[in-house]
Structures are given as structure tokens and as C-alpha cells.
């Protein structure tokens, strides 16, 4: 049975895939391709995202993913993972978690507040680049839109020097059409809080355009605006984020596997509401 005993309200093995999280997770998965040739059997997805959560949770290099564990081999757990992502699963299960939440009425759509982290690369690569804040060493951007509680909306991935407002629509355009109550499904907040990285008078009227109030700080203007009562929020997830350790120095040469994480990172902390709220 693959559910490890829990100190509290977490998990001691957060790599073990519960029951609950499992049932959501499997009917997104695409069908294996048939093997070409007779050889050792097909590790188990269940067992394989374990492996891919160990490597998540832990920083740890694939080819070190322990064997005695029964989860496959590092290259094996990082084959699953580009196939899954390459099939939308990630992105699926994430609007999943959303349906649920808007079904409980959770979802804050009063505002979504946005902001972005920078993590060291140790490699580089074609969403990286020199680092205004690390002396131009390799790095990349984390922009993460949150809604009014916390829940992550969307998520992207840039390299070190791209300025932050290069997202702001990007990252609303994301957003996805979550339905779950009668009418038309949601996907826009109400409000755009926002620090002064997004000061630009362009930006202001094309959110504007989009039937969003932006609340963007000024540049100049000293702390003290009232803007961090609704900006923590973003800041908490963006910690949360951080608490996966794979995701705390950019280790992959490859957007998308690095972006695969942030993908399966955000349906986690998603999951982690939908535990709490629903």
C-alpha cells in the first residue's frame, strides 16, 4: 500500500502518493505506448511519480534516486515526467483542483496579486540568463499569480534578466476557465495588486482593458502605500515553492523539465488547499 504515516497534519514521506491525490492524478495520465521488445516490466506510474516527488521534495540528482526505494531508476522517473507534462497532465490536474475549489466556494477572485522569485541556474540554458541580482551568473525568474488566499493561478518561467512586467499578461492569459457553479466559468480577478517592478502606465490600461482594476505601487513612492496587506500572499506561496528543493537552484538544462516541476509544485500546493478548504 503506497501511503506513508503522517507527524501532524504532513507527511513524513511527502513523496508517497496518497490514495486521494492518486485517484485525481491517474484518469489524466496517457496511455503507455506498447513495448518493441520483451524486456523487464513497465515500472508503475503510481511508483514512478513517487520517484519524480522524492527528486522534488528532496533536490536530489536523478541518477542518485535511491533503488531500494522501488521507484525506478532516476532516468526512468525523469522520462514519465517529460511525457507527462509534454500530455498537459499538470496542467489538467491543476484546473481539476480549481473546479473543486470554486465548487466549495473558496477561490478569493476579489484580487490576484503577482510577483516573481530569482533562483540560481547551475547551468545555462534558453530561459536563462545573466543575473542582475548574482553578479550576471546564470539564473531564471519564477513569476507566480496568486489569488487573494494564496491559491496559485498560474506560473512561469524566464530567464534572470527579464524584467517582471514582461509578464503581468502572460501570466493572466494563463489563467485558467475554472467552472464549478452556475454561469460562466471564472478566470479573471477583480482587482491587480501589484509592487512597483510592474509600475508602467502601458500595462495599467491594457489590464484595464481587461476588466481588471490595477493596483500597482509607484516607483519612488516610499513603503507604508498599504499594498503588503494583499502582496504577503504572493510572497507565502512563493516560500511555499521554495520548500520543494528541487525548485531552490535551477539544476535542469531543459525549460520544460524544470518548468514540469513547477507545474506538479503548483497542483501540490493547490491540493494542499483543496485538503484544507474543501
Not at 65 to 73: A, D, N, R, T, V
Amino acid at each position: 500500500m503506497v501511503v506513508g504515516p503522517a507527524v501532524g497534519k504532513r507527511q513524513s514521506r511527502p513523496w508517497i502518493v496518497s490514495d486521494e491525490l492518486w485517484s485525481l492524478i491517474e484518469p489524466l495520465l496517457p496511455e503507455p505506448a506498447p513495448k518493441q521488445v520483451e524486456g523487464r516490466p513497465r515500472v508503475p506510474d503510481r511508483q514512478a511519480l513517487c520517484g519524480i516527488l522524492f527528486v522534488l521534495h528532496t533536490g536530489i540528482q536523478w541518477e542518485y534516486l535511491p533503488q531500494e526505494l522501488g521507484f525506478g531508476s532516476g532516468m526512468t522517473c525523469w522520462r514519465r515526467l517529460a511525457a507527462w507534462n509534454e500530455a498537459g497532465v499538470w496542467d489538467r490536474l491543476h484546473l481539476v483542483l480549481l473546479k473543486k475549489l470554486r465548487v466549495a466556494k473558496k477561490p478569493d477572485w476579489s484580487r490576484a496579486v503577482i510577483d516573481s522569485s530569482h533562483v540560481r541556474a547551475a547551468r545555462r540554458s534558453p530561459k536563462g540568463g545573466p543575473s542582475p541580482v548574482d553578479r550576471g551568473r546564470p539564473g531564471s525568474k519564477h513569476h507566480v499569480l496568486v489569488d487573494g488566499q494564496g491559491i496559485p493561478l498560474a506560473v512561469s518561467l524566464t530567464g534572470g534578466n527579464r524584467n517582471d512586467v514582461t509578464q503581468l499578461l502572460p501570466l493572466l492569459a494563463k489563467v485558467p476557465s475554472v467552472a464549478g457553479l452556475v454561469g460562466r466559468p471564472r478566470r479573471r480577478p477583480d482587482t491587480l495588486p501589484a509592487d512597483p517592478g510592474y509600475d508602467h502606465d502601458k500595462y495599467r490600461r491594457l489590464v484595464w482593458a481587461q476588466g481588471i482594476k490595477p493596483v500597482i505601487a509607484r516607483r519612488g513612492v516610499p513603503h507604508g502605500s498599504g499594498l503588503g496587506v494583499h502582496r504577503w500572499v504572493v510572497e507565502r506561496t512563493i516560500a511555499w515553492f521554495h520548500g520543494f528543493r528541487r525548485l531552490r537552484v535551477r539544476w535542469e538544462r531543459r525549460d520544460d523539465i524544470h518548468e514540469a516541476f513547477l507545474g506538479l509544485a503548483t497542483c501540490l500546493i493547490t491540493h494542499r488547499h483543496v485538503q484544507r478548504l474543501c
